[in-house]
């Protein structure tokens, strides 16, 4: 009797006809998330803004027409100090047991390219020296809870929901990251000030699951946040979220709060090391991670 064929693997980027078969495999390797969760997480990726010659939702492995791994990749033009980088985050990796010895082959083709700096911002904990292995540095090392309400005023400052922008000056790309992380859910919000505009991006948590509060995706530096922390603080309170998670390596000066180290670290790989206080176009605001 002769043996049976082995079956090839190919990997090849995700397609719009793969969406479908591509949130069954999630599924299948997230239970903790339902198939809906998937199909608005790629619904998401596909009205991303990608960078021409990136993919647009990521990379799968294909056995015999089967999906068999996958990786979704959310790759943004991220713009710092007038100055434009393209960031792609890891999420989402997950390869049949039957198939793992071809994952090495998948997350190979996702890291490939060297002018992209590559974050990983949820690894779990028994992954951290693979992915230590694979090139990643740590760049937040922790996070700084804040009770942000009691500080010394910032003068006069007016706070704008998204959707009610006047014409304050902000660029082209802070509009539309307000807009685009409204849409996700996030709290956005414009700190007019008699200094200038600042734009924030807040993700609705909880602590510990039960005590509301919110986690820093956006600001152009945490010292704008710091220095705004008392009228954000109480505009937050007011919304019954009176607590903000920052990413920090350590306490952030200039608030009262409690560090937590090795408290979700993030990893970067690539040119351009991520800073701090933004998570923006991330698995976080857009997956709800």
Partial sequence: MS???IAKVRCRQIVDDDINNAADLLTRGFPVRSRQYWLTALARLKNHPTP???????????SNGVLVG???LITSSIQTGGTS??????SSWFVDPAYRANSTF???RALSRPDVTYV??????????TIEAQGFSRYSSGQFVALPGFYPSAGETKIIEVGKLPDAPLECFERDLLLSHSSYGCLSLCCMTTKGSYPFVFLPRTL??????VQLVYCRNVEDYVRLARPLGWYLASRGM??????SNGPVQGLWGKYSEDKMPKYFRGPTRPRLGDLAYTEAPMFGV
């Avoid at 980088?85 to 890891?90: A, E, F, L, S, V």
């Fill in 3 to 5: 043996p049976a064929p």
């Fill in 52 to 62: 021409a010659g990136s993919p647009k939702y990521g990379y799968v492995l294909e």
């Fill in 70 to 72: 996958i990786v979704l």
């Fill in 85 to 90: 980088t393209i960031r792609c985050n890891i």
């Fill in 106 to 108: 998948l997350i190979s």
């Fill in 120 to 129: 990983n911002i949820s690894p779990a904990q028994n992954t951290l020296r």
């Fill in 208 to 213: 510990k699951g039960v005590v509301p509060c």
């Fill in 242 to 247: 009176p607590f903000v998670i920052i990413d």
